[in-house]
């Protein structure tokens, strides 16, 4: 499961994460016009996880993408995950 740190209110339409290593870039849109790029980093603030040697990952958010003023209902990279495109319902 993933967690979107209180940033989209709304409904999610669409995410896509890039497809090549370090698998670590995904992308999300909503019903609030938002496209958002995020990373995923270790957790290095939970204690807890120190102390059982387990590792834990958190996204956080790298770019906002301007653009959009209805939802973001499409979001696809291409193949080696250089570019990407999102779509949304103001054509």
């Not at 995410?15 to 995020?38: H, L, M, R």
């Not at 790298?62 to 495109?85: Q, S, W, Y």
Request: with cysteine; glycine share 6%; net charge negative.
């Amino acid at each position: 499961m993933v967690k979107f740190a209180g940033e989209h209110k709304d409904s999610v339409f669409s995410i896509s994460a890039v497809p090549k290593e370090p698998f670590n870039t995904f992308i999300s849109g909503d019903c609030d016009d938002k496209a958002i790029v995020w990373r995923v980093v270790k957790d290095e603030s939970d204690e807890e996880q120190k102390e059982e040697g387990s590792l834990k990952f958190k996204s956080v958010i790298h770019k906002h993408l301007p653009g959009h003023t209805e939802t973001v209902e499409f979001i696809k990279f291409n193949h080696d995950g250089r570019l990407m495109a999102t779509a949304g319902m103001n054509n």
